[in-house]
């Protein structure tokens, strides 16, 4: 009666001794990270400082080949200057026009630059207005095993872009930070050691006394802020460097209140851990068996579908023609295998997605299609159910450009919407799909003529799980998570899919981040 409870209590104590030295070497982490900014936001100041310099120096170039080289070699300090205009076009060092040694290194260096309209595409996105009243901007390039940054401003038809080499920024950057020791330690930091690392994870500069051991892992890292976030400052610091005295209080305290209340709890907080512990296991057990059975009906489902295909084939029946079961009842049940393996497969496929997006792991791979034919293909799928439903698709496509855009998730979005459209909205009889594209932006309307989405439930229709109805006399059955996919599959795509006003019906807009497939092969 007694060995127990105390045993008990014993670990639990122990239990939340380690848990308080984790959250403790969470705030020693935390402190670190604050010191690592204040390295960053000095070396911040230093790139402003140089921001302000260049963009001067690009404000006085002048124009014409003649007159800019006189500026480089007078009042430019030998500074390299690279000018274009807004079509891409190099207006210096002249393409095509004998130039000088120094002027072909610089085009050499910076071909990716200008030969592929890299800079030209980040001056377009900067106007268009993701950056109002800024004309300048920092454009960072790799040449020689490492990054090199670009200054350019935009002014009038043209653009002036200053290099700033890699070897300058990390002759500046070291010339800014602390000294390698000072009376045989670092400044603030005893027997620590922090290193410059640049994009590639080598050191470029480091400073501090303490010798980390071979292998040994960082207590802390930073990124340093744009245009330098490639590079990261990283803490190596020995247990004896760190913080102390945040738990050492604390097991005594803990000692003595688990012994003030030990009878009365022991009980109680065995009885809560086992029922914590229940509730995760079964909760993983629910999130592996969904998995587990899921992946198990694919392979079944696909023979259902092969052996039925076999079949149309045998009795010389196309499953999507609506009027192929008229007075042949072995067509009409054909028909109704195809179609419900069809919405089978639609169903796991959200399952699976939707275990994906719980575990984190939810993601697009944009490729080079044409919008219109995705939606086209979609429509083809839905056809036969679409049809016997007496639902007519209008399609209204106006996105013919290829673009980068992930065929198969704006293929499940579309027929989550369409499925909707199948089960809640055939009395309306029509559904009408558009497309359109405006720039780098495409959308995608789907618009019924069934009854509609009350205001009040316009966003909860997006939580997982939620229906505006569960009755089984509704005649719709649905497990709630399709609309939730849609919605998170359009948010990774840099778009998103809200319900909009309409006159009758409901009306759902899909957008969806599309820049052009230029010079990409794809499917």
């Known amino acids: 009666m007694v060995v127990v409870p ?24 935390a402190l670190l990270i604050d010191r690592l900014r204040e390295v960053d936001a000095s070396i911040a100041q230093l790139m402003d400082a140089r921001e302000r310099a260049l963009l001067k120096l690009a404000a006085a170039v002048p124009t014409g080949t003649d007159a800019i080289r006189a500026f480089l070699a007078g009042d430019g300090g030998g500074a390299e200057v690279l000018v274009v205009d807004l079509e891409g076009r190099v207006l210096y060092p002249p393409l095509g026009a004998p130039m000088s040694a120094r002027e072909q290194a610089l085009l050499d260096r910076t071909r990716t630059v200008w030969d592929g309209d890299a800079l030209q595409a980040a001056v377009a996105v900067n106007r268009a207005g993701e950056r109002p009243g800024v004309d300048h901007a920092w454009y960072g390039y790799f040449y020689g095993g490492g990054l090199n940054l670009l200054l350019w401003r935009a002014e009038g038809d043209r653009v002036v872009a200053v290099e700033l080499s890699r070897i300058a920024v990390m002759s500046d950057v070291i010339a800014h930070l602390p000294a390698t020791t000072v009376d045989g330690e670092a400044p603030g930091r005893p027997e620590s050691r922090v290193v410059l690392a640049d994009e590639s994870g080598e050191p470029i500069y480091q400073w501090g006394p303490y010798e980390p051991p071979a292998g040994e892992a960082p207590r802390a890292a930073l990124a340093l802020s744009p245009p330098l976030a490639a590079w990261s400052l990283r803490d190596y610091s020995p247990e004896s460097a760190l913080p102390t005295g945040l738990t050492g209080g604390l097991t005594f305290n803990l000692g003595a209140a688990l012994l003030a209340v030990a009878l009365a709890l022991v009980a109680l907080a065995i009885y809560l851990y086992r029922v914590r512990t229940r509730e995760m296991q079964l909760a993983a057990q629910r999130v592996s068996f969904v998995n587990q059975v899921s992946h198990e009906l694919k392979t079944p489902l696909t023979n259902i579908r092969l052996y039925a295909e076999l079949l149309a084939e045998e009795l010389d029946v196309d499953p999507e023609d609506p009027d192929a079961d008229a007075g042949d009842p072995a067509a009409r049940h054909l028909k109704v295998i195809t179609g419900e393996s069809q919405r089978l497969s639609r169903l796991i496929a959200n399952v699976l997605t939707f275990a994906r997006g719980q575990e984190g792991r939810l993601a697009v791979r944009p490729r080079p299609r044409v919008l219109d034919d995705v939606v086209r293909a979609v429509r083809a799928t839905f056809a036969p159910s679409l049809d016997q439903a007496g639902v007519t698709v209008v399609l209204d496509l106006d996105a013919a450009d290829r673009v980068l855009v992930d065929a198969d998730a704006v293929e499940q979005i579309l027929a989550n919407l369409l499925s909707n459209v199948e089960k809640y909205a055939r009395t309306g009889g029509e559904v009408r799909v558009t497309t359109r594209r405006d720039g780098d932006v495409s959308t995608v309307t789907v618009a019924d003529q069934g009854p509609g989405i009350p205001a009040a439930s316009r966003e ?32 990774l795509h840099g778009g998103d899919l809200r319900l909009v006003d309409a006159a009758r019906g409901a009306c759902f807009a899909l957008t969806l981040h599309t820049p052009p497939a230029r010079g990409e092969d794809g499917p």
């Open 6 to 29: 105390v045993g008990a209590l014993t670990w639990l104590g122990a239990r939340v001794v380690g848990q308080q030295e984790v959250l403790a070497s969470h705030q020693v982490k």
């Open 460 to 491: 909860d229709v997006f939580l997982p799980f939620r229906r505006l109805s569960d009755k089984l006399s509704d005649g719709a059955a649905g497990t709630g998570i399709g609309l939730d996919i849609a919605r998170q599959l359009a948010r």
